[in-house]
């Protein structure tokens, strides 16, 4: 089993940043591919980013290209999400995830809900405009 604590949401303002961290425990996690999935009011769950095992390789939904960034340190458990010039649209609640079967993909890591078999309590993002 893994265990996903996220931590840095909050309420910014239009224009503003936040660094999303997510702690995991229980699993190796140099093993895991990990995501970051968003779900606004009303709305589906959303893939916002994804990174390998080994921090080799990225992968954004086209709405964030260039405002995030997605990192990890093996050596402390953590992924983060580095959001920069957030909008309102990015209002919602954060959720990290992980797959636990990343090092056996081949190529980018996933944006498929389905392949994530690991999920946090999600964290909120409030951006005013």
């Known amino acids: 089993q893994v265990q996903l604590v996220e931590s840095g949401g909050g309420l910014v303002q239009a224009g503003g940043s936040l660094r999303l961290s997510c702690a995991a425990s229980?699993?190796?996690?140099?093993?895991?591919?990990m995501g970051w999935f968003r779900q606004a009011p009303g709305k589906e769950l959303e893939f916002v980013a994804a990174?390998?095992?080994?921090?080799?390789?990225?992968y954004y939904v086209d709405s964030v290209t260039g405002r995030a960034t997605i990192s990890r340190d093996n050596a402390k458990n953590t992924v983060f999400l580095q959001m920069n010039s957030l909008k309102p649209e990015d209002t919602a609640v954060y959720y990290c995830?992980?797959?636990?079967?990343?090092?056996?993909?081949?190529?980018?890591?996933?944006?498929?809900?389905?392949?994530?078999?690991?999920w946090g309590q999600g964290t909120q993002v409030t951006v005013s405009s």
């Open positions: 990174i390998n095992w080994s921090g080799g390789r990225n």
């Open positions: 229980g699993r190796s996690f140099s093993t895991l591919n």
């Open positions: 995830a992980a797959d636990p079967r990343g090092r056996l993909r081949v190529g980018a890591p996933s944006r498929r809900v389905d392949e994530y078999a690991h």
